[in-house]
């Protein structure tokens, strides 16, 4: 059972613009939610964090919002460049465990 | 510094066949991961090490796939008699223990076909 779900395979995007990642949980005990970006041939790397206790976090260019009731998160990136074409994963985890729950990711494309 | 690395990148196997997945965290990471990443799905997490402990071992798949870490660095994944749906890339992460699982590190990956 997915607990972690991306709907959204792709997303093209124009340059400037802004990108909006979207990432769903039915779990609710998750605590802390992280976005990764991955290039091909490459590991995941680490993008940006929320704690359930805030409802957003941002840094430079990305901004990660968090409705706990609709157990629901968002990936905003403003302004859109072409460096940031890759997966995108959205993942959980609760405080105690071990793991992190991925999503299956979504393909951003920017476009120039 | 260097960050996690991973041997080989790429490995074909026939069916049946044994393989070892190496793994070198970054220095000083006492935790580290393992996950299974299959096409077109994210990774799913496989096993967790605290140091040299195995603390976690319940998304191993099957008793045919075994990790350690002797001596609380470098791990290894072996998967033994090896089957066409273990074909996936095996991902190892390493971070900082921490309240949560924040920031963890991953390496490039280790992609498996079995024939």
């Known amino acids: 059972d997915q607990q972690v779900k991306q709907n959204s395979p792709s997303l093209s995007v124009q340059e400037g613009r802004i990108s909006i990642l979207n990432c769903d949980y039915t779990?609710?005990?998750?605590?802390?939610f992280l976005w990764y970006k991955k290039y091909p041939a490459e590991g995941p790397t680490f993008l940006i964090s929320?704690?359930?206790?805030?409802d957003k976090n941002e840094d430079g260019r990305f901004t990660v919002f968090l409705n706990k009731s609709a157990k629901h998160l968002s990936l905003h990136i403003v302004p859109s460049q072409p460096g940031d074409s890759a997966v995108y994963f959205c993942?959980?985890?609760?405080?105690?465990?071990?793991?992190?729950?991925f999503g299956t990711g979504t393909r951003l494309t920017v476009i120039p | 510094g260097a960050g996690v690395s991973q041997s080989p990148r790429y490995k074909v196997a026939k069916r049946g066949q044994d393989v070892a997945l190496r793994c070198d965290p970054i220095?000083?990471?006492?935790?580290l991961f393992w996950y299974q990443q299959a096409l077109g799905q994210g990774p799913e997490f496989l096993t967790y090490?605290?140091?040299?402990?195995?603390?976690?071992k319940s998304g191993l798949p099957s008793d045919r796939f075994f990790a350690e870490r002797p001596e609380g660095s470098v791990s290894t994944l072996k998967i033994q008699r090896t089957q066409q749906e273990d074909s996936a890339v095996y991902l190892c992460?390493?971070?900082?223990?921490?309240?949560?699982?924040?920031?963890?590190?991953f390496g490039p990956g280790t992609r498996l076909l079995v024939l």
């Open positions: 993942a959980a985890s609760q405080t105690g465990a071990n793991n992190l729950f």
């Open positions: 929320i704690s359930s206790i805030k």
């Open positions: 220095s000083g990471h006492v935790s």
């Open positions: 779990n609710s005990m998750f605590d802390y």
């Open positions: 090490f605290q140091n040299e402990a195995q603390l976690d």
């Open positions: 992460a390493s971070s900082l223990p921490g309240a949560h699982q924040e920031t963890q590190y």
